[in-house]
């Protein structure tokens, strides 16, 4: 019989490519959202792609009586927990609103689950946790240590890994794996599915195609005197579609019956590159030529960091194998797919 995996935020980004896969894989979905960042129409587009329309509640996972009802509906196996609020400035400006819905979401997650005989869950997690690595544990592995969060948003992915920990060391009859993400980009190669824009971008990669595209003037890339070989801050971009991959694969081992109660993974490529090579592989592969300048360093930001990966690569048996030029292909294909649609 199939297993029913509950992706809550998966009309997201990140949880609308998960929501994919896991239909790709032969789950069944059920996708609960309170489309605070995101549109219904996202399920239009994972339906073209696999053929299945998921379901979908609309719910603030913060409402226990609602999230408990809706879980008597369906019989679970296992939760993969994307719904939270993600952006980082605004996480500033509203710390509240961010602890109470990052927190109490998960919380009232975490204790619906024996209730309803929920085996296992997926967190989504950032190496945010890992602040600024130190030179000699580059790439970062899972058990370097974790620095002091710099925005109430990446306290919440703290606070939340440490909420799990003590979950299941105090004996709850639950598993979970965390899937700690380097930088996610990228969107699904059908252009069905991407990530939808929100306002002036802060990330790179919807600020490189939303410039391409002549929405934005100039890209500023944020300092070129770091410590790095071309002078620009380096990240590990992971293809959304890889990433949603590697969560079909930890879903698969959490619901298995012998493997460990807690287990952390990296997710990234285990290979970095510069904002620089970011924008220049993105003119290459896409042949747009991009407006660009040099601007002073962003505030807060980390000079570099990259994943090692050989936890995910063995024990999850997944491998992020995508180009970086196919991935930024598809960033470019899903802009121009925005602009068919008249979305901007
Ligand atoms: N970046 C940039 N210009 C922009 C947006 C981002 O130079 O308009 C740089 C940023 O300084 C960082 C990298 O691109 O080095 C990735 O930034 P993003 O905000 O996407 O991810 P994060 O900093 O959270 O890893």
């Not at 869950?121 to 890992?130: M, N």
Request: glycine fraction near 8%; charged fraction near 20%; proline fraction near 5%.
């Amino acid at each position: 019989m199939k297993q029913t995996i509950l992706v809550t935020g998966g009309t997201g980004f990140i949880g609308s490519h998960t929501t994919v896969e896991l239909i790709q894989a032969g789950y069944n979905v059920v996708i609960a959202d309170n489309l605070s960042n995101s549109k219904r129409e996202v399920i239009g587009g994972i339906k073209k792609i696999t053929g299945i329309e998921p379901a979908f509640e609309f719910i603030d996972l913060c409402n226990k009586e609602a999230t408990r009802e809706m879980l008597q509906r369906y019989r679970i196996d296992g939760i993969i927990h994307f719904a939270a609020s993600k952006a980082v400035g605004e996480s500033v400006e509203k710390p509240l609103m961010y602890y109470r819905n990052n927190i109490t979401s998960l919380v009232n997650l975490l204790e619906l689950m024996p209730e309803h005989n929920i085996k296992g869950v997926i967190f989504s997690s950032s190496c945010t946790v890992y602040g600024q690595p130190r030179p000699e544990n580059l790439p970062v592995t899972e058990d370097a240590p974790h620095q002091k969060a710099t925005s109430p948003y990446g306290n919440t992915k703290e606070i939340n890994e440490q909420i799990i920990q003590d979950y299941i060391h105090s004996g709850a009859p639950i598993k979970s794996i965390v899937l700690r993400y380097f930088n996610p980009i990228g969107a699904h190669p059908s252009a069905l599915i991407g990530e939808l824009p929100n306002g002036k971008p802060n990330n790179l990669i919807p600020y490189v195609t939303q410039t391409a595209m002549g929405i934005l003037e100039q890209l500023t890339i944020f300092g070129n005197d770091y410590d790095t070989p071309d002078g620009t801050c380096i990240r590990d971009y992971i293809y959304v579609v890889d990433l949603a991959k590697a969560h079909v694969a930890a879903m698969t081992r959490v619901l298995k019956k012998d493997t460990a109660a807690l287990e952390y993974f990296n997710i990234g490529t285990g290979r970095g590159n510069s904002t620089r090579e970011i924008v220049e592989t993105f003119e290459k592969a896409t042949g747009v030529k991009l407006n660009y300048t040099y601007g002073p360093r962003r505030a807060g930001d980390i000079e570099k960091i990259w994943g090692d990966c050989t936890k995910a690569n063995t024990i999850l048996g997944w491998k992020a194998d995508t180009p970086l030029e196919d991935v930024l292909v598809s960033a470019w294909k899903w802009q121009l797919k925005l602009r068919e649609d008249g979305v901007m």
